[in-house]
């Protein structure tokens, strides 16, 4: 058969429901799908059918939301359904409910509640009464959750929801069967049970994941196609050569998990992956002047692909800690003390700077300088005025040490971005003293607020301005995803409106607002959003790249013969 191989992160374990990271998701949507999907090639981005017929439909109020699932989808064979010697059942409305249920209860553990929190009547009910009984009941009912018919799902909502479709083609909606999550307990994580084109066939922790064609679909006759229309970019790009053929391409994926940047770019010049980031200790041997791609990648086939990246990166502070939580010109002298100039010209130029929480692309983005702009002058005045005269703490003489939690230890170009970063602070006479962890560890600690201060970077999980600023929403501290635990009453008093609002000129201005309330409070120093810029090899195709790719290998080609030629024939390639 033919294999896609590809490259990813430390996976965490491949259970939607707590699933917060890319590498987990993406390594976890190709054996899970959800109601809704992203169109692969529609731009702006749209949502489609994924397991039910059509897009919902809403009620004239907008409180009523109406799903018609597939008939014939099913679950993948898994020793769980022993009930049917083993083979996998259909997928049914209550699937859904079952799964938006445990991203509730508070015993799963899962980060994505702020999904649905206030959301679903009835569901903070029952999220509430999982906190208190031993064992969390699945048979209390859900007002807002309704099966009506085996194949029929109704969503009755407590107000107005524009963002629902965006939310439900997130992995925290994937459909979830509760024989699995019972039959494997807690190794549920790594026993994925899905619907998806793919089983797991095998995960060497941080080594590798395979998974395999997904039998159940041939035997049950579905049949999913690569799109069949796309914008004229994609037809000129020969993205629509493949149009209306039976998908997923390849039988098996293979994921290696590595780490090193220069393991990861030499695998991609040897030919062991279809495609690949371009880190900063390679960008001048690939990229020239004028953005192109080298001549001898070029001759080689392999192609250039360049977009704009739906990401924030920051340095959050936990706003529980004694120090940096408590100091608001502490945190104000830290962020004018952060060189964007020089910042920018460590990433290769290939990052804008960020001047708060939106990135350019989502709705609500207002391209505004920076309040606390890098100037040392004003750092050092701030900092005196936050009690640390020149760095100093008055009441020991001692130079202030602030802590730096940071993820991915054998990486270079992190350590080295945090060596910069300590030599800007070191400016103003402060020290910052790195704490690396492996990424779970590190997540980990975030989560449990352990940490003084962070790296990290938000991924658009759908391309509008509520999906960030919900990084600062009160309800959604650690271990959800406002890991600052920034806690703000008139923020939150102005979040709870907008994400009501649909889209349009009312809700945008109060993003506006909300943005430049965060960026005065300082609880994060906004770093950069990034340009992404990556390769492929010609014998990948359908290759485009996606701000929410997860679930898209299946659409996948690749040109085995092309791909044997390239890598210098047969004796190569079994390499």
Not at 275 to 281: G, P
Not at 305 to 320: C, K, Q, R, V, W
Not at 408 to 434: K, Q
Request: one cysteine or more; proline letters at 7%; hydrophobic letters at 40%.
């Amino acid at each position: 058969g033919v294999t896609l191989y590809g490259l990813s992160g430390r996976v965490r374990g491949l259970d939607p429901a707590c699933a917060s990271d890319v590498a987990s998701i993406l390594a976890l949507s190709s054996v899970y799908e959800g109601l809704l999907q992203y169109s692969y090639l529609e731009r702006p981005y749209a949502v489609e059918p994924c397991l039910c017929e059509a897009l919902p439909d809403f009620s004239g109020d907008g409180l009523t939301v109406t799903f018609r699932i597939r008939r014939n989808i099913h679950f993948q064979d898994d020793p769980c359904f022993a009930a049917l010697g083993g083979r996998g059942r259909e997928l049914t409305a209550e699937d859904f409910i079952y799964s938006i249920k445990r991203v509730a209860d508070v015993k799963t553990g899962s980060g994505g509640y702020w999904a649905f929190d206030g959301r679903i009547a009835g569901l903070d009910a029952f999220r509430a009464a999982s906190k208190v009984a031993p064992v969390t009941d699945y048979g209390l009912e859900v007002e807002g959750l309704r099966a009506a018919g085996t194949h029929t799902l109704e969503i009755r909502l407590t107000r107005p929801y524009p963002q629902l479709p965006w939310v439900l083609a997130l992995s925290y909606a994937m459909a979830v069967p509760r024989e699995a999550v019972e039959f494997y307990g807690r190794d549920f994580a790594m026993h994925p049970v899905g619907t998806g084109p793919y089983v797991l066939k095998s995960h060497l922790p941080n080594y590798r994941l395979e998974f395999a064609r997904n039998p159940k679909w041939a035997e049950t006759g579905r049949i999913e196609r690569y799109p069949s229309a796309g914008p004229a970019a994609a037809e000129a790009a020969g993205l629509l050569a493949d149009a209306g053929k039976a998908v997923p391409f390849s039988d098996r994926i293979v994921q290696y998990i590595v780490a090193d940047s220069s393991t990861m770019w030499l695998m991609f010049l040897n030919g062991q992956v279809e495609a690949s980031d371009i880190s900063r200790d390679n960008w001048n041997s690939v990229i020239g002047p004028g953005r192109e791609l080298a001549a001898d990648l070029a001759e080689r086939g392999i192609r250039l692909h360049s977009a704009p990246a739906l990401e924030t990166h920051y340095i959050g502070f936990n706003m529980d800690d004694p120090v940096v939580g408590s100091n608001l010109k502490l945190r104000q002298a830290l962020a004018c003390a952060f060189d964007a100039e020089e910042w920018s010209r460590f990433h290769d130029r290939r990052v804008i700077q960020a001047s708060g929480p939106l990135p350019p692309g989502v709705a609500g983005f207002e391209d505004k300088p920076p309040l606390y702009a890098f100037d040392l002058p004003r750092a050092r005045a701030l900092l005196a005025e936050a009690g640390y005269p020149e760095g100093r703490d008055p009441a020991t003489g001692r130079r202030l040490i602030l802590k730096l939690d940071v993820g991915r230890p054998n990486d270079p170009e992190m350590r080295a971005s945090v060596e910069l970063m300590a030599g800007f602070f070191d400016r103003i006479g402060v020290m910052l003293e790195p704490v690396y962890n492996t990424f779970p560890a590190f997540l980990s600690r975030v989560e449990r607020r352990q940490a003084q201060m962070f790296r990290l970077g938000w991924v658009a999980d759908y391309p509008d301005g509520q999906n960030f600023l919900q990084l600062f929403y009160g309800p959604n501290a650690s271990p959800g995803p406002n890991r600052a635990n920034y806690a703000d009453a008139e923020f939150d008093a102005m979040y709870e409106k907008a994400r009501a609002l649909p889209d349009g000129a009312e809700r945008r201005a109060l993003y506006g607002r909300m943005s430049d309330r965060v960026r005065l409070s300082c609880p994060w120093i906004f770093l950069h959003h990034p340009l992404a810029h990556g390769l492929s090899h010609g014998w990948l195709k359908n290759y485009a790249p996606h701000d929410f790719p997860y679930g898209m290998s299946k659409y996948y080609r690749v040109d085995p013969e092309a791909r044997r030629a390239r890598r210098g024939g047969p004796g190569r390639a079994a390499r």
